[in-house]
Nanobody, 124 residues
Framework: QVQLVESGGGLVQAGGSLRLSCVASGRTFSNYAMGWFRQAPGKEREIVAA????????YYADSVKGRFTISRDNAKNTVYLQMFSLKLEDTATYSC?????????????????WGQGTQVTVSL
C-alpha cells in the first residue's frame, strides 16, 4: 500500500501561484510514476501532469502547459506541482496518484493509489 497526502491548496487570486505537495509513505516511492489530477464540480477528473519514476520525463495537459511544473524529490518521497499564472478555470480539487510504472502514466485507470485531494480556488 502507498499512502498519499496532499497539501498546499488554498485560495489565490487569478494570476497568482501555488505549490502543491504530495508526500508518499508505505512503499518505495521511487518505484512509482506519479501524477496530479484535478476535478472541478460537475466535471470529470482530468490529468494535469505526470512524471516518471526518476523525474526525468514529464507530461502536461495542454491547459496547463507553460504554467505548471511537476517535479519530484525521491529522497523526500514527495511530488510537487508548482502552479503559476493561475486562472479561474484552474479551480478544482487536486489529487496526486501513484502508478507502479517506470514511465509516466496518463490514463486515470492505470493509477494504483490516490490521495484525498487538496482544494485550489482561484478568485478574481
Amino acid at each position: 500500500q502507498v499512502q498519499l497526502v496532499e497539501s498546499g491548496g488554498g485560495l489565490v487570486q487569478a494570476g497568482g501561484s501555488l505549490r502543491l505537495s504530495c508526500v508518499a509513505s508505505g512503499r518505495t516511492f521511487s518505484n512509482y510514476a506519479m501524477g496530479w489530477f484535478r476535478q472541478a464540480p460537475g466535471k470529470e477528473r482530468e490529468i494535469v501532469a505526470a512524471i516518471n519514476r526518476s523525474g526525468g520525463s514529464t507530461y502536461y495537459a495542454d491547459s496547463v502547459k507553460g504554467r505548471f511544473t511537476i517535479s519530484r524529490d525521491n529522497a523526500k518521497n514527495t511530488v510537487y506541482l508548482q502552479m503559476f499564472s493561475l486562472k479561474l478555470e484552474d479551480t478544482a480539487t487536486y489529487s496526486c496518484a501513484a502508478a507502479a510504472s517506470g514511465w509516466y502514466v496518463i490514463r486515470t485507470d492505470e493509477y494504483d493509489y490516490w490521495g484525498q485531494g487538496t482544494q485550489v480556488t482561484v478568485s478574481l
